[in-house]
């Protein structure tokens, strides 16, 4: 079975940089996007998202040293693996209810909207964005799944 993930691009910037959310260095993000492409599973994207990737990947203080974007020419290249990355070419509506988003999170609303559109796990190291979805009840709402990348890895 084919599951679908969405990467929060703070996955992506990790995933790049080889750290986790507190610096130390960590694969667990590299790890995940790799076996994502690997294995028979689906990063779903919008637009929206996939212009995030795109112009935090293409920034040289995400990059590792005289590399260049190499995470980014990865995700390109899995754009040529059928069904590997989904969504490219549209924008998640917004929901009914997502004025209950707080305020602290509204900035990742563009997130929340594809994850209730899709229905795709959320994958995100954003503590205070799982708080404010889960204390919201947003995600009990949409029947959202929220996980931080080592628990996504356990899914695969």
Known sequence: MTTRFILDE???ILAQQGRDDRGNLNADCADLIQQIIKICHTIVVDDELWNKFDRQ???????????????????WNALTIPDKIDGLGHTAPPFDDEGSIPPGSAD??????LAVETGAILVTTDRPLRHDLETSS??????LTVVSPEEALQRL
């Open 57 to 75: 990947l293409n920034e040289v203080r995400y990059q590792p040293a005289g590399q260049g974007p190499v995470l980014l020419r990865v995700l």
């Open 10 to 12: 703070n996955v992506v």
């Open 138 to 143: 947003i995600q009990s709402t949409h029947r």
């Open 108 to 113: 990742d609303t563009y997130l929340v909207r």
